[in-house]
C-alpha cells in the first residue's frame, strides 16, 4: 500500500531564507508526483508536477527534484516571502490504480517578516 | 477563467440528515475527482469520473455514500443518514483528461459538519 510521508509537519524560517521541504513515498511505481499548496480554508493550487521519467521542475522561485527509484522528492523555495505562508501538500498518483492521487500529511510553512 | 466550482461552501446538518454536494469543474475537463480532508486522516480519494462513469469507487467509505455526473458536466456527491464522522471538507477537482500527464485542479470545497 503506498505511504506518503512529509518532513517536517511545521516550519518557521525568517523572511529571505532558501529553505527544503521533503516528501517520501513507499512505492516506486507512479506516474507521477505533484506539489499543492493550501492556504487556510482553501482548496489546493497546483504548483509543479513531475512525470516518473522527469527530475525536476521550475517554476519561478519553486523547483522540484524527484527521484523515484529511492521513493523521494524535495521542493526547493528561494528567497522565501510572508506570502509563501501555507501549508504545502505533495500527492503520488499511482501506476494503474486510476487518476486517485495519494497525499502526505504536509508541512505547515509560515515565513516571518 | 472559471475555476472548479463548489457549492455550498458550508453545510450545517444534523444527524441522519441526507446531505447533496455538488461540483462544477473547469469548462472542457473530462476527468473529475472527489476527495476528502478531514484533521485525523488527511486527504483522501473518494471517487472519481471519466466522463460519466465512474472506474474508481474504492474510496467511498461506506454505501451511505454515493456520487453522480452528468453530462460530462455537474457531479453530485451525495451522503445518506449523516454521522457524525462525516465532518470534514470535501474537495472537488478536474483535469483535462484522466491521462497521468494532466494536473488536477481543486475547487475551494464545501466544509460539512454534522451536529
Known amino acids: 500500500k503506498q505511504e506518503v510521508t512529509q518532513i517536517p509537519a511545521a516550519l518557521s524560517v525568517p523572511e529571505g531564507e532558501n529553505l527544503v521541504l521533503n516528501c517520501s513515498f513507499t512505492d516506486s511505481a507512479i506516474y507521477n508526483l505533484q506539489w499543492f499548496r493550501q492556504d487556510p480554508g482553501k482548496g489546493l493550487t497546483s504548483l509543479l508536477l513531475i512525470q516518473s521519467s522527469q527530475r525536476e521542475q521550475t517554476s519561478g522561485r519553486l523547483n522540484a527534484s524527484l527521484d523515484k527509484s529511492s521513493g523521494r522528492s524535495t521542493l526547493y523555495i528561494a528567497a522565501s516571502q510572508p506570502g509563501d505562508s501555507a501549508t504545502y501538500l505533495c500527492a503520488v498518483r499511482p501506476d494503474n490504480q486510476g487518476g486517485k492521487l495519494i497525499f502526505g500529511q504536509g508541512t505547515e510553512l509560515s515565513v516571518k517578516p | 477563467g472559471a475555476g472548479v466550482s463548489q457549492s455550498p461552501s458550508n453545510k450545517v446538518t444534523e444527524k441522519g440528515k441526507d446531505v447533496e454536494l455538488r461540483c462544477d469543474p473547469i469548462?472542457?475537463?473530462?476527468?473529475l475527482y472527489w476527495y476528502r480532508q478531514s484533521l485525523g486522516q488527511g486527504l483522501e480519494f473518494l471517487i472519481y469520473f471519466q466522463g460519466n462513469s465512474a472506474p474508481d469507487k474504492s474510496g467511498l467509505p461506506s454505501d451511505r455514500f454515493s456520487a453522480e455526473r452528468t453530462g460530462g458536466s455537474v457531479s453530485t456527491l451525495t451522503i445518506q443518514r449523516t454521522q457524525q464522522e462525516d465532518s470534514a471538507v470535501y474537495l472537488c477537482?478536474?483535469?483535462?483528461?484522466?491521462?497521468?500527464?494532466?494536473?488536477?485542479?481543486f475547487g475551494d470545497g464545501t466544509r460539512l459538519s454534522i451536529l
Open positions: 469548462s472542457g475537463h473530462t476527468a
Open positions: 477537482a478536474s483535469s483535462l483528461t484522466a491521462g497521468h500527464i494532466q494536473p488536477q485542479h
